[in-house]
């Protein structure tokens, strides 16, 4: 006889340990498995090992999806504030950051040991290593063929994640059963990623290799792109560094992406300011602007024109340079793929979803939650905050459904 459950987890990220745990807690018998052998991985290695674990001015806004409603509900049902109460009743300390990104105050596996912390106190029944062969859906819920034999449930959560970082055991298990009950699935595509640029006129600024400053980007596409203030880095292969990750969502091939490279000064006044000064060289004042090395990557492509006098430049020409340096068009090759993105952008299509609880609304009993599902976070603690929120959706209509059973409804 197949062991019986009120719930499998499929999954044990951040999605499927929470929804596990809270589930457990609310009275559910909840079985998670997941077929990677190592728990948690992505907790683990993000933010730099001490987890950005969400973003205390979370809201809808810091979403992409092309159903962008349908974060509301779950986001406002369980806040920021709501985790931190919980981290902090299992004595991890954190600091804020920057721009209202939480982190541990030592190891991401503090994260970790809590949520594993929560899922015992909730009973669950936990198996890892795992796979899935095969799910069936019948009167009586579902029916799963497992490397550890046959399971069955009333309800099944898919937190299969995304496929970002392959090598920690990404996968699209979760897609796939998606479109085995009739589920759409927005078109999957790597975000949070580097940028790669490469031909002419990128060829200048190869050699810019660990050059930083801060700018203000977004992408030139015809949909809604917002426009972010971050730090961009220069790489051997292209762009990265806050500015190009966040802007990597919105961004899609054969698109532009404008940088402001002084999004804090107004060089055309600065540079018409300069005229003023006697004997002030451009590369000079260009240096002081921005980093040295971008000043002379800029300035190269016209011969001598760093060492001229700013007093004998043309209004016109200064007015150019400035306007090319607010607005520098790049058309990036592609980016790094998924095997450097943070998460990935698409997925299961939430308007066949419940909001509520992100319950199927074509098979009863199957739900979708976390990175799986179309809504992808901004860099900086979003997509943490997006998983425990969905989770706590879908714990809250299992433990709902296992009250009423109990009560005989």
């Known amino acids: 006889m197949p062991d019986r459950f009120d719930a499998v987890v499929v999954g044990a990220g951040a999605a499927g340990l929470f929804c596990a745990a809270r589930a457990g807690q609310l009275g559910a018998r909840v079985l998670l498995l997941d077929h990677a052998e190592k728990v948690a991985e992505k907790i683990r ?29 779950a986001l406002a049902r369980y806040t920021p504030r709501d985790f931190i ?18 982190f541990c105050d030592d190891s991401s596996a503090r994260i970790v040991d809590m949520l594993l912390a929560e899922c015992a106190a909730g009973g669950v029944v936990h198996w890892q290593p795992c796979a899935v062969s095969a799910v069936g859906h019948g009167l009586g819920g579902f029916r799963l063929e497992t490397s550890r034999g046959p399971v069955e449930a009333a309800r099944l959560v898919v937190a299969t994640g995304g496929l970002s970082i392959p090598k920690i055991g990404a996968s699209d298990w979760g897609y796939a059963l998606a479109r085995q009950f009739g589920h759409g699935v927005v078109e999957t595509r790597p975000a949070l990623v580097p940028l790669v640029c490469s031909g ?25 792109s917002p426009a972010f203030h971050e730090d961009l880095l220069f790489t051997h292969r292209g762009l990265s560094g806050p500015a190009a990750l966040q802007i990597s969502t919105f961004w899609r091939p054969g ?37 040295r090395r971008l000043a002379e990557a800029w300035l190269q492509t016209t011969p001598g024109l760093a060492e001229r006098r700013v007093a004998d430049l043309r209004d016109r020409d200064l007015a150019q340079l400035a306007d090319g340096l607010k607005r520098w068009q790049v058309l990036p090759a592609g980016s790094e793929g998924y095997r450097k993105a943070e998460v990935t952008a698409g997925g299961v299509d939430t308007r066949e979803l419940d909001s509520r609880s992100g319950e199927s609304r074509r098979v009863p009993g199957l739900h979708f939650i976390g990175e799986v599902v179309d809504v992808t976070g901004w860099l900086g603690g979003y997509n943490f905050q997006w998983a425990w929120a969905s989770a706590e959706a879908c714990a809250r209509a299992l433990g709902q459904v296992c009250a009423a059973s109990n009560a005989g409804l």
Do not use: M
């Not at 002419?200 to 809604?224: H, K, M, N, T, Y």
């Not at 018409?272 to 004042?285: E, M």
């Open 45 to 73: 290695i993000s933010g730099g090992g001490r987890c950005n674990f969400t973003n205390i001015d979370t809201g809808p806004a810091n979403f992409d999806s092309t159903n962008p409603d349908y974060c509301r509900s």
């Open 85 to 102: 109460a919980l981290v902090e009743r299992h004595g991890i300390g954190w600091h804020e950051k920057h721009k209202g990104q939480l």
């Open 200 to 224: 002419l006129p990128w060829q200048r600024f190869e050699a810019l290799s660990g050059v930083s400053l801060p700018v203000g980007i977004a992408a030139d596409a015809p949909r809604r």
């Open 255 to 291: 698109e532009t992406v404008t940088i402001d490279l002084a999004p804090d000064s107004d060089l055309r006044a600065v540079l018409r300011d300069a005229k003023s000064v006697p004997g002030r060289r451009l590369g000079a004042l260009l240096a002081e602007l921005l980093p």
